[in-house]
């Protein structure tokens, strides 16, 4: 059993920057891949980003790559989303998400949910 809180949320202007957090509880950790979701009303959640166990594999969905930045700290229990150059698309709720073995990019695959942390980005 994994539990997930993030953190790092709140309120931002266009062009700034956010990292947001996750914290796990858990001794096998490491065994764990996590990603990042977002959420807007109205709207699918959809892929932000995801780490492997290890911290050596990382994947971004494509249109965020160049501007979001996943890692995470075992030894903290700790994944975090850098986010940069934010812009109002970005505003939604964030969700960190984890499930045994290897990443995907399905939500539907994630067995563990955070309840979120909101990101606004004002013009």
């Known amino acids: 059993q994994v539990q997930l809180v993030e953190s790092g949320g709140g309120g931002v202007q266009a062009g700034g920057s956010l990292r947001l957090s996750c914290a796990a509880s858990?001794?096998?950790?490491?065994?764990?891949?996590v990603a990042w979701f977002r959420q807007t009303p109205g709207k699918e959640r959809e892929f932000v980003a995801a780490v492997s166990g290890s911290g050596s594999s990382k994947y971004y969905a494509d249109s965020l790559k160049v501007r979001f930045s996943i890692s995470r700290d075992n030894a903290k229990n700790m994944v975090y989303l850098q986010m940069n150059s934010l812009t109002p698309e970005d505003a939604a709720v964030y969700y960190c998400?984890?499930?045994?073995?290897?990443?995907?990019?399905?939500?539907?695959?994630?067995?563990?949910w955070g309840q979120g942390t909101l990101v606004t980005v004002s013009s």
């Open positions: 858990g001794r096998t950790f490491s065994s764990y891949a």
């Open positions: 998400a984890s499930r045994r073995t290897y990443t995907t990019r399905n939500q539907e695959d994630y067995d563990y």
